[in-house]
């Protein structure tokens, strides 16, 4: 599908420059959408979301 197509584009630009917060945020966005589109399970998904999230956050507080 084409989310994770994304979530593994977004992976390797965090694998190329991991300080680049954008890729963190939009990875947790495909996270959160294919936990709804495909209903995974939130124990699951959302730990791994809400890391990203803090990642983003910390190399730029402008996400808040």
């Known amino acids: 599908s084409s989310d994770v197509c994304s979530s593994d584009l ?15 945020a939009h990875l947790a966005n495909t996270y959160s959408a294919t936990m709804m589109l495909y209903g995974l399970p939130p124990w699951e998904s959302k730990p791994k979301i809400k890391a990203l999230l803090e990642k983003a956050l910390e190399i730029d507080e402008s996400y808040r």
């Not at 992976?11 to 954008?22: H, L, Q």
């Open 10 to 24: 977004f992976e390797k630009v965090i694998e190329i420059d991991p300080d680049y917060g954008p890729a963190y």
